[in-house]
């Protein structure tokens, strides 16, 4: 596969490639890199929101 | 049969689509839908409930990154559902992802600004995430579920 890097496109097989990932109750998040003789060459993350804040309460006026 | 005091479920939705007015409005120059952009800011930066409009201070900047960031795609128009004869939800959610392809974005970022780039660049809302950089890559914000417990926008009553 031809990934993108800082030294322009290069195959993954040439990379060492680290993934990762969080969940919790505000977001599901995954993440990869890959690296180049130590160097960080790419970086992606998908973030997936799950949770918004909410105006809630709102409520009409008593007589 | 017998009246419950309400504020009416259909008014929260209509919110969303200035069919109300009570005070002075901006001129509409279309009843099409705004369009709505959406910013990434550091995490250094400081956005909140206060935050009024889109601003340049404490915005991401980075190769192939443009700021004021991407456009929001809405082709979905807020809905409002009756969770009791007393309460209801109006909400809404963009229809699909924030991509902001092939960046890269050094400094640590966290935040990410919705705003009305028909009206002035109004503030809509701050959403937060954990702290990501990108490093030629890309960075996609993927929205919630538009339901009534989750949409990205909910103005509710209880």
Same mark, same amino acid.
């Given at each position: 596969?031809?990934?993108?890097?800082?030294?322009? @496109?290069?195959?993954?097989?040439?990379?060492?490639?680290? @993934?990762?990932?969080?969940?919790?109750?505000?977001?599901?998040?995954?993440?990869?890199?890959?690296?180049?003789?130590? @160097?960080?060459?790419?970086?992606?993350?998908?973030?997936?929101?799950?949770?918004?804040?909410?105006?809630?309460?709102?409520?009409?006026?008593?007589? | 049969?017998?009246?419950?005091?309400?504020?009416?479920?259909?008014?929260?939705? $209509?919110?969303?689509?200035?069919?109300?007015?009570?005070?002075?409005?901006?001129?509409?120059? #279309?009843?099409?839908?705004?369009?709505?952009?959406?910013?990434?800011?550091?995490?250094?930066?400081?956005?909140?409930?206060?935050?009024?409009?889109?601003?340049?201070?404490? $915005?991401?900047?980075?190769?192939n990154y443009t700021a004021g960031g991407v456009t929001v795609t809405n082709a979905t128009a807020p809905t409002s559902t009756n969770s009791s004869t007393t309460a209801g939800v109006g909400y809404w959610t963009s229809s699909a992802s924030l991509v902001y392809t092939t960046v890269t974005l050094?400094? #640590?970022?966290?935040?990410?600004?919705?705003?009305?780039?028909?009206?002035?660049?109004?503030?809509?809302?701050?959403?937060?995430?954990?702290?990501?950089?990108?490093?030629?890559?890309?960075?996609?914000?993927?929205?919630?579920?538009?339901?009534?417990?989750? #949409?990205?926008?909910?103005?509710?009553?209880?």
């Amino acid at each position: 596969m031809i990934v993108t890097t800082t030294k322009g @496109e290069m195959d993954d097989s040439l990379l060492e490639k680290k @993934e990762g990932s969080v969940d919790n109750d505000n977001e599901s998040t995954t993440w990869v890199e890959y690296w180049l003789d130590g @160097e960080l060459v790419h970086r992606s993350a998908h973030v997936t929101l799950k949770k918004m804040p909410v105006l809630a309460g709102a409520e009409t006026a008593s007589f | 049969m017998a009246n419950t005091q309400s504020m009416c479920t259909s008014f929260l939705g $209509e919110l969303m689509t200035a069919t109300h007015n009570f005070g002075a409005s901006p001129i509409r120059a #279309a009843t099409t839908a705004d369009t709505f952009k959406a910013a990434l800011y550091l995490a250094s930066a400081t956005l909140n409930a206060s935050t009024t409009v889109y601003s340049t201070t404490g $915005e991401v900047t980075g190769t192939n990154y443009t700021a004021g960031g991407v456009t929001v795609t809405n082709a979905t128009a807020p809905t409002s559902t009756n969770s009791s004869t007393t309460a209801g939800v109006g909400y809404w959610t963009s229809s699909a992802s924030l991509v902001y392809t092939t960046v890269t974005l050094s400094t #640590a970022f966290d935040t990410v600004l919705i705003y009305n780039s028909t009206q002035s660049n109004k503030a809509v809302s701050v959403h937060t995430f954990g702290s990501q950089t990108i490093t030629a890559g890309t960075f996609t914000l993927t929205m919630p579920s538009n339901t009534t417990t989750t #949409a990205l926008l909910r103005l509710a009553t209880t």
